[in-house]
């Protein structure tokens, strides 16, 4: 299977680097030749857009507005053109000839291979298609298939969203340090604080509300933080948060 990533920059060679492990073969389109430096070796090549075009997905990896110069020369494409740049509508790029799209939100974990990938694909893509988009797309982390209408929403909770849980741990480590703890202590542990209260709520798939019953003994030290993170309307807070990035992302999708 080949697979092609038009834009090799943040975004671009992270999936260039992961789809590796599933691609026997994985073509680059770069403007910029130092961002190629790292990729003079199997199974990469560097091409052109021509031969781009020849292979069976292409991931579209430019800045929104670097878009529409590289649609129309992938005019009647007849592949499955993966695009993650956003905003860009799977309508949009089927005005191109391009009818079988996937159109993906991922997330900065892909970094990690622990990202989340919201898919929403056009009319054309066939069931087969679609596994290899997904098969392709685990190699980078949870793939999710949702309605295209919920993009705004997804860009908000999972797009957005890694920046409002660092600023989350950002006020862990500076209560840890007014605590007394040093940087480097308070680091690992309310980084594995966060993975492992994500874990359990991802393998148990109960309700968070559960756990903090659980975790919530009375007249503890537990329910006494709750009480304080209810004053301080932390929970109002952070559905502003998302609210705000939501009512961002309508707007950018013209809504
Ligand atoms: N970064 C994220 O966390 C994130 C998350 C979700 C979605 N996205 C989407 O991913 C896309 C890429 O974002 P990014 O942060 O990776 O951007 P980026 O670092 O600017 O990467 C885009 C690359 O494509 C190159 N390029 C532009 N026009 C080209 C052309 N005609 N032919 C070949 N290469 C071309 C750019 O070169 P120049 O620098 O010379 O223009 C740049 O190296 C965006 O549409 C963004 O919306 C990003």
Redesign the pocket.
């Known amino acids: 299977m080949k697979v092609s990533v038009?834009?090799?920059?943040?975004?671009?060679s992270i999936f260039a680097e992961k789809l590796s492990e599933k691609a026997e073969k994985v073509l680059l389109?770069?403007?910029?030749p130092e961002?190629l430096a790292r990729f003079k070796r199997e199974p990469f090549e560097i091409v052109d857009?021509e031969t781009a075009k020849l292979s069976d997905y292409i991931v579209l990896?430019?800045?929104?507005q670097?878009?529409s110069?590289?649609l129309e020369k992938l005019k009647g494409y007849s592949g499955v053109l993966i695009s993650?740049?956003?905003?860009l509508k799977i309508s949009t790029i089927e005005e191109y000839g391009i009818l079988k799209v996937a159109r993906v939100?991922?997330?900065?974990g892909v970094r990690v291979k622990e990202g989340v990938l919201a898919v929403s694909y056009s009319e054309k893509v066939r069931s087969e298609e679609k596994e290899g988009v997904k098969s392709l797309l685990e190699s980078l982390g949870l793939v999710v298939e949702i309605e295209e209408k919920h993009f705004p929403a997804i860009t908000a909770l999972t797009?957005s969203g890694p920046a409002f849980v660092f600023v989350m741990t950002e006020a862990f480590l500076d209560a840890a340090l007014k605590m007394g703890l040093s940087f480097e202590v308070a680091r690992d542990l309310v980084y594995k604080l966060f993975e492992g209260s994500a874990r359990l709520l991802f393998e148990t798939k109960e309700h968070p509300a559960v756990w903090k019953h659980r975790v919530t003994s009375p007249a503890g030290t537990t329910i006494e933080g709750i009480v304080a993170m209810e004053k301080s309307a932390v929970r109002g807070g952070i559905i502003e948060s998302l609210l705000a990035s939501h009512r961002k992302a309508l707007e950018l999708e013209g809504k």
Not at 6 to 12: K, L, T
Not at 61 to 64: I, L, N, T
Not at 84 to 87: D, F, L, P
């Open positions: 038009i834009g090799v920059g943040n975004m671009g389109v770069e403007k910029v961002k857009i990896a430019v800045k929104p670097d878009a110069s590289i993650i740049v956003a905003g939100m991922p997330n900065v797009g």
